[in-house]
Every structure is written in C-alpha cells, then in structure tokens.
Nanobody
Framework: QVQLVESGGGLVQAGESLRLSCAFSGSMFRIYAMGWYRQAPGKQHELVARIRSDSSTDYADSVKGRFTISRDNAKNTVYLQMNSLKPEDTAVYYC?????????WGQGTQVTVSA
C-alpha cells in the first residue's frame, strides 16, 4: 500500500526559502512520475512541479526560476526547494503521482508566506 507523507512547511517572510519533503512508502518509487501540487483556499489543486522517472522536470510558470523539484530514489523521497517565496505562494502543498491519483491526496503541508 503506497503512502505519501509531506513535511517541511511553515510560516516564512517573503523572500525566504523552504524545502518540502515527500516520503513515499511502497515499492518501485523510481518508476513513477511525481508532482508537487498546491491548493489555496477556495481554489482547485494546482500542479506546481513534476519530476519524471528520468528526473526531467516541468514547472508552473508562476514558480519557474524560484522552485526546484528533485528526487532521491535511494530514499524514496521527492523534494521541493522553494526560494524567493511570495505571499501568493501561500497554500497547502501536496505531493502525489503525476497525473495525480485521488486516493493518494494526503494531509499536505501548510506554507504561509507573509508580506
């Protein structure tokens, strides 16, 4: 049974950085494309970044140049390094497969960026 657990969120000021982690429990992590998503109040889930099994990446335009997604297949973990955070980055951040699987939306981790 696959489980995804996000961590690393917090309250920061604009311009600061955070690193999110997503621990994947289960097998064959390395073959899956994974994504980081976020959901702001009253909005749908938004894809922030994806990383494929070959470690190629894509980013939402709003985070290009500021966020970096990476994966460590030895640790079954996917990361999201977030730099130069802005108040509009405030949201609950989730990891999931890419494309996302409804059953695997977890608790997420709250990121709040103050101006």
């Amino acid at each position: 049974q696959v489980q995804l657990v996000e961590s690393g969120g917090g309250l920061v000021q604009a311009g600061e950085s955070l690193r999110l982690s997503c621990a994947f429990s289960g097998s064959m992590f390395r073959i899956y494309a994974m994504g980081w998503y976020r959901q702001a109040p009253g909005k749908q889930h938004e894809l922030v970044a994806r990383i494929r099994s070959d470690s190629s990446t894509d980013y939402a335009d709003s985070v290009k140049g500021r966020f970096t997604i990476s994966r460590d297949n030895a640790k079954n973990t996917v990361y999201l390094q977030m730099n130069s955070l802005k108040p509009e980055d405030t949201a609950v951040y989730y990891c999931n497969f890419d494309p996302p699987v409804r059953a695997y939306w977890g608790q997420g981790t709250q990121v709040t960026v103050s101006a």
